[in-house]
């Protein structure tokens, strides 16, 4: 497998895996929204094709995941670990002291992802996510530190 810095050319497999790993996913047009905001920057993860991705901002010191997803079919082999980890390393590279992010509370894998990758939980935003149907998920914040992070 190969990580590397995300570039436009990638923006289709971008949004492959993102629709991979969430239901609605988003489109090439979207994340290129996003990843043309000040400070951001994305890290794809290829084997036979894409099977990672992780979108993140860094700005005035702080860094934010924007969307981490790995393909169903490539999970449990550690891309979203590395991806993290290379992230948090480029985030402190562009020179973020922490870095945040929003999980949401019924995300077991996610959960236990960000807790072995040392983040800590910071707060929580009630209702973040919209589930449909009326229903509404709340958000975990959490931070990790970069200046101490075992990166
Ligand atoms: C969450 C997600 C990114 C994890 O990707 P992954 O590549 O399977 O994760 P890794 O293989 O790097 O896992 C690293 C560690 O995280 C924890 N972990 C990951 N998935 C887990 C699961 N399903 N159950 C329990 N622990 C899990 C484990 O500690 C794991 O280490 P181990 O496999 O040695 O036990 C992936 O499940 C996914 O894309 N989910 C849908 C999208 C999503 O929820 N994104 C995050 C939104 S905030």
Not at 44 to 57: H, S, T, Y
Request: glycine share 10%.
């Amino acid at each position: 497998m190969i990580l590397r810095p995300a570039v436009e050319a990638d923006l289709e497999a971008l949004s492959i895996v993102h629709r991979r790993a969430f239901t609605p996913g988003w489109s090439a047009d979207e994340i290129a929204d996003l990843a043309s905001g000040p400070g951001a920057f994305g890290l794809i993860v290829e084997a036979e094709g894409p099977v990672g991705m992780i979108l993140c901002r860094a700005l005035a010191g702080e860094a934010e995941v924007l969307t981490l997803a790995v393909d169903p079919d490539a999970r449990r082999q550690g891309v979203a670990r590395a991806l993290v980890v290379a992230a948090a390393a480029a985030a402190k590279a562009a020179g973020a002291d922490a870095m945040f992010l929003e999980v949401a509370v019924d995300n077991d894998p996610a959960l236990a992802l960000y807790d072995v990758q040392g983040f800590v939980r910071a707060g929580r935003r009630p209702s973040y996510y919209d589930r449909g149907g009326g229903i509404y998920v709340d958000a975990v914040v959490m931070r990790l530190d970069l200046g101490g992070a075992a990166l």
